[in-house]
C-alpha cells in the first residue's frame, strides 16, 4: 500500500481541487472532519490522528502535524466533503477505503466515546466513498480491535 501511496504523491491534479497528488491532505480533511464532528475535540483524537498519520503514510511527527494544520485550513474552507471524497476515490481500491473508513473510526473511538454525530458523519462519508453498510460495519469491528 505505500507503494501506491508514493505513486499517488507523484500523479497529476483533479478538477476537484485538490491536486490528484494531495490524497494526503484528503485523508487529513476526513480526519479533521470527525475530530470536530462532536463538537469537543480532545487531546486523544488529535494524537490519535497524529499517530494514524505517520504510520500510514510515512510521515514525521512534524509533517503530520503539519498535514493536519493544513486540512484544518481546507476543511474551513470547504463547503461539503465531496471533493475530499473524491480524490481519495479517485486514487483508492474499495478495499483501501474500507482501511481509511477504518482510520476515521479509530479517531472517533480514541476519546472513548463514539458521539452520534461522529457515527452519522462516517456513514455518510463511507456512501460517498462507496463503501457498502456490511463494509462500514467490517470498518467499525476492525477499529474497536485495534
Known sequence: MLAKIKNWLCADPTSSGIPKHDFNLALGALIVEIMR????LHDDEKAMAVSLLRHRLSLSIEEAQTLLADANHKVD??????AFSKAINQQTSSEERIEILT???????ADGNVDSNEE?????????L?????????????AQKA
Not at 464532528?37 to 469537543?40: E, R, V
Not at 482510520?103 to 473511538?109: D, F, N, S, T, V
Not at 462507496?130 to 476492525?142: M, Q, S
Open 77 to 82: 474552507a470547504a463547503i461539503d466533503l465531496y
Open 120 to 128: 452519522h458523519l462516517i456513514r455518510r462519508i463511507a456512501g460517498l
Open 103 to 109: 482510520l476515521l473510526w479509530q479517531i472517533a473511538l
Open 130 to 142: 462507496y463503501v457498502t453498510h456490511e463494509d462500514f460495519i467490517v470498518a467499525k469491528l476492525r
Open 37 to 40: 464532528a462532536d463538537n469537543d
